[in-house]
């Protein structure tokens, strides 16, 4: 029997590599005989990284880049071969880097994740998937085009400072001294969400507030990332400011999208590309799955939903496993999800939840299969 374990990672507690290791000692172990596949997901945020160098043997470079403060952190990327590059843009600018009493939405940059193109670029990268999602940034992608050569110009001809707040004041954007080799360099963006740049479901207004913005914060940003959205427009001769996806990560595919030859596309399905996902389900009787939570936002997206769409295809059932099952979780199995089960035993603590989450999600895979097993060998019942 084949079984596809194909996770996300539990969010500061488990990569999705160690995830698909813990359920996969639970399968062994109530099936010894199983073909296990093991292929670690992402849905392009925090964690993308890692599952495509776990998926791809690619190599793991690093390279010191300032974070969304401005600050100096070391950050990765990856080599991935062939003119090939992917790079996560929370390794960057994510907000976990950022205490929450030290978060500055209003000046956080994009900064380092334009450091990092330009490493790729440097190293002959000629096609690049960036991951967006995790962002502390609210930029529209402005401090980024800064790292890459562009000059963000007021009205005196000064230099921007750092910041979706300073973009308010932005009077012209000059792009002549932009590495010319970005022109054949061709961008895959990866997205989980579908907002605008701006208006009542932009970057500003829904996840501006998690990355510490307060309701005047939020009316400063948006008008801000408009006003940056005009300027763009009269220089670039495009507006790309209402395309589904422009407002992932504070904004900044928007100057990607507007300035370079790039396409988004689901988060989930490009990682699944990555990892051979579909090729892993041929001849599957099982598919794992899980995450850290699952709820009514896990259909927006999420690893979960897009693993069942793939093995809903050739009608293989999935179970997910998650650290806890939120509202609206049910959602799920009109997707594909044939059952979902917490990992906890009981009444446990957040502490004791993370310390124990490899040896829970053993149990439960266990369980899960021998409950898969027991059904699949049970014979009809009489009359039916």
């Not at 959205?229 to 595919?253: N, Q, S």
Request: contains cysteine; negative net charge.
């Amino acid at each position: 029997m084949r079984v596809v374990i194909a996770p996300d990672s539990f969010k500061e507690c488990l990569s999705a590599a160690d995830v698909a290791a813990a359920i996969a000692s639970g399968v062994r172990q109530a099936l010894p005989q199983a073909d296990i596949a093991c292929v670690p997901m992402a849905d392009g945020g925090e964690g993308s990284l890692d599952a495509v160098l776990d998926a791809t043997q690619g190599e793991r470079r690093q390279l010191k880049v300032l974070n969304a403060n401005g600050l100096p952190t070391q950050a990765s990327w990856a080599w991935l071969g062939d003119g090939k590059a992917f790079i996560e843009m929370a390794a960057a600018a994510g907000l976990e880097q950022i205490p929450p009493a030290e978060r500055k939405p209003l000046q956080a940059s994009s900064y380092g994740v334009g450091q990092l193109i330009q490493a790729a670029v440097q190293a002959g990268a000629r096609h690049i998937v960036l991951g967006l999602g995790g962002s502390a940034t609210n930029d529209a992608g402005a401090g980024l085009l800064q790292a890459l050569g562009a000059r963000l110009l007021d009205e005196q001809g000064n230099e921007l400072p750092s910041g979706g707040a300073a973009l308010q004041k932005l009077a012209r954007i000059q792009l002549h001294d932009l590495d010319p080799r970005l022109n054949d360099v061709q961008f895959e963006i990866a997205v989980d969400v579908d907002n605008p740049l701006c208006g009542p479901k932009g970057a500003s207004a829904i996840f501006g507030p998690q990355k510490g913005a307060s309701a005047d914060d939020v009316a400063v940003l948006d008008a801000a990332l408009a006003h940056f959205a005009d300027v763009c427009a009269r220089h670039c001769g495009k507006d790309e400011r209402d395309i589904p996806g422009m407002g992932a990560a504070g904004g900044l595919g928007f100057a990607i999208k507007t300035c370079f030859n790039a396409s988004f596309r689901p988060g989930v399905e490009l990682m699944a590309e990555l990892s051979g996902l579909a090729a892993a389900m041929q001849g599957a009787d099982l598919v794992f799955t899980g995450e850290g939570r699952m709820d009514a936002q896990t259909l927006l997206g999420k690893t979960p939903a897009g693993v069942a769409r793939y093995a809903r295809r050739d009608g293989i059932p999935v179970i997910a496993i998650v650290g806890s099952l939120g509202e609206g979780y049910e959602a799920l199995y009109q997707a594909g999800i044939t059952a979902a089960f917490s990992l906890a035993p009981g009444p446990i603590s957040l502490e004791q939840a993370y310390q124990q989450a490899s040896e829970y999600l053993r149990q439960r895979a266990g369980d899960c299969t021998r409950a898969w097993l027991a059904g699949r060998n049970a014979a009809p019942a009489a009359g039916v």
